[in-house]
């Protein structure tokens, strides 16, 4: 992992979610804030890790800022990336937003150190947009930029 140096002024966001709904509401909703923010979705905890370490398929991937995961996913669950996250340098694990449907592993996900904030995804469409607008501000925040 080359760390969260950023050359290219865009925030980079590791979109880690499985549901295809969820994951069109999310880039939908980023797309439409012209906020500078450039979504990258994969859809399990072994890709997120290959992407966050620049390895394998995702060698050429860009550094980010930003972490937005699902917690309940096929290809390694969102808890075992954040486990696998907890065994790196904490200087280079960027900041992560826990976005689930997993009320007890949302409320897990709050005992590490990377993790921003913790949240229950709403079972509404309007309600999930209201959700990403509070993530479109912590995620500029977290990164440095005003939201």
């Not at 590791?14 to 500078?36: N, P, W, Y």
């Not at 979504?39 to 398929?57: C, K, M, N, W, Y």
């Not at 409320?107 to 959700?131: G, H, M, Q, W, Y």
Request: hydrophobic share 45%.
């Amino acid at each position: 992992m080359t760390g969260l140096v950023n050359i290219d002024r865009k925030i980079h966001i590791l979109h880690v979610e499985d549901d295809d709904g969820d994951a069109f509401l999310t880039a939908r909703a980023f797309r439409s804030m012209d906020t500078g923010i450039e979504l990258h979705r994969v859809t399990g905890g072994q890709d997120a890790l290959q992407f966050l370490s620049q390895s394998g398929p995702y060698a050429g991937a860009p550094s980010v800022q930003c972490v937005l995961l699902d917690l309940m996913m096929a290809n390694g669950d969102g808890l075992w990336l954040l486990d696998r996250l907890s065994e790196m340098d904490q200087i280079n694990v960027p900041p992560t937003i826990v976005v689930s449907g997993d009320p007890d592993g949302v409320a897990d996900s709050r005992k590490f150190p990377f993790v921003s904030c913790s949240i229950v995804k709403p079972d509404t469409n309007a309600a999930f947009e209201v959700l990403l607008e509070t993530v479109r501000r912590i995620t500029m925040m977290s990164v440095g930029k005003v939201a």
